[in-house]
């Protein structure tokens, strides 16, 4: 998948950068409405993150001469917080999903993923994991039908972790995904995250195994000939 990303900040651009990298998506960033339109009317995207408040070019006229292209490009617009007409103008405009600033990697990401899976023609929101039900868009978690009571960095490293199920994450790697703008997550407060996570979900068997001195996998779930999930054999040392 190919992203491009129109932002002028450029601590901000770097850091979503890096991090929508991590996730296996090719970035090309600009850092003005001129150069964003340049690329959008010259070269294939399958997705838009527009900055409103770009120089040379607004992001709102952006948007307006890619929609009078005819262009389908599903586009998500960055806000400030207190901005509520222009969120307004930019999905009269034809955007599909906004985000006011400051905002959780986590979320972004899981917007990310939920419009690239749309503009590449549909597919499931939803991620299953066992008895583990995770609603991507939605932003919610279940067991065996139960909605789970988690809190917003509980859901951001859930996701991470069914993103790279059978995988090890490392706790560099949590602390890039968890933490805000203008906010740090230390190397502490992700063990207690995982604490918490750990003792919400193990009551449907899944599990989170953690690798000494490493960071953390979620384990496979194997399918037994009877069809009912369970659990592999685990990745590391809980």
Known sequence: MRILLAEDDSVLADGLTRSLRQSGYAIDCVKNGQDADTALSTQEFDLLILDLGLPKLSGLEVLRRLRARASLLPVLILTAADS?????????????????????????????????????????????????????????????????????????????????????????????????????????????????????????????????GLGYCLEKFAEPANGAPKQAAPAGNR
């Open 84 to 212: 509520v007409e222009q969120r307004v103008e930019g999905l009269d405009l034809g955007a599909d999903d906004y985000m006011a600033k400051p905002f959780a990697l986590s979320e972004l990401e899981a917007r990310v993923r939920a419009l690239t899976r749309r503009g590449a023609g549909g597919g499931s929101t939803v991620v299953r994991h066992g008895p583990l039900v995770y609603d991507q868009v939605g932003r919610s978690a279940y067991i065996n039908d139960q909605m789970l009571d988690l809190s917003a960095r509980e859901l951001g490293l859930l996701e991470v972790l069914l993103a790279r199920t059978g995988r090890l994450v490392s706790k560099e790697q949590l602390v890039d995904h968890l933490c805000e703008w203008g906010e740090e997550v230390s190397n502490n407060a992700i063990e207690v995250y995982v604490h918490r996570l750990r003792k919400k979900i193990e009551i449907g068997g899944v599990r989170i195994a953690t690798v000494r």
